[in-house]
């Protein structure tokens, strides 16, 4: 069964970095998200993505986030100038359409950040 | 804002007996409600979803219920085993996916 694939597993960087999080969402799908979850606490969204733009995004998804499409598979999450704050799970999701589809998450990416 | 309240945040049941999980949400825009299932250091696993149009599903050991009129959604869980102990999260939106807090679900042999 297809699945979502994210890399890498942890990542730990000091603050004020750059981190690029990288997700492979399942082939046939054309919508893409990413999650956080804080130690602890629920799942929240950071931001959805069809069509090679943003469809959405959350208050918590500032000037210091982008994501990007770089190739046909790849789907990223950059974070510009890391703070101690974004430590934490970070989720990517992709499903076939919009609305009422099953979104499917990969594994996630342990992000700490000193 | 858009919020998904869920009840209890903690449920310690025997092995065998049933489990409920409450949510109640406040866009009247969603139309999609999922359930998921995530253990300690894994990613959140769907167990079971339900559709706006719908108003109960099942799936053996596992039922959902949604009431839109009164905005809340239930899951029950039957014959509880000791495998089903982990936290489960609902969830509910259109597109983005707005998730309660969570129920540590504990079930004891």
């Known amino acids: 069964e297809p699945e979502v694939t994210q890399t890498p597993s942890h990542q730990v960087t000091q603050m004020g970095q750059e981190v690029i999080l990288r997700c492979v969402p399942i082939s046939n799908h054309l919508y893409f998200y990413w999650y956080r979850q804080i130690l602890g606490q629920k799942v929240e969204f950071l931001v959805s993505?069809?069509?090679?733009?943003?469809?959405?995004k959350s208050e918590i998804f500032d000037d210091q986030f982008s994501v990007e499409r770089p190739d046909g598979s790849n789907f990223t999450l950059k974070i510009r100038s890391t703070k101690l704050e974004d430590s934490a799970m970070y989720f990517c999701?992709?499903?076939?359409?919009?609305?009422?589809?099953?979104?499917?998450f990969g594994p996630g990416t342990r992000l700490l950040v000193l | 804002g858009e919020n998904v309240e869920q009840h209890p945040s903690t449920l310690s049941v025997q092995e065998g007996d049933s489990a409920v999980i409450k949510c109640t949400y406040s866009?009247?825009?969603?139309?999609?409600f999922p359930w998921y299932k995530q253990e300690l250091g894994k990613r959140p696993q769907l167990i079971i979803d339900i559709r706006s149009n719908v108003g109960e599903k099942k799936d053996q050991r596992i039922a959902v219920t949604l009431n839109k009129t009164a905005k809340h959604f239930s899951l029950h869980i039957t014959e509880t085993q000791p495998e089903d102990s982990a936290v489960y999260f609902c969830a509910g939106g259109y597109n983005k996916l707005i998730f309660g807090a969570g129920t540590r679900l504990a079930v004891h042999p």
């Open positions: 866009d009247s825009a969603s139309n999609y």
């Open positions: 999701a992709s499903s076939a359409a919009r609305g009422q589809e099953t979104q499917y």
């Open positions: 993505f069809y069509n090679n733009e943003i469809s959405e």
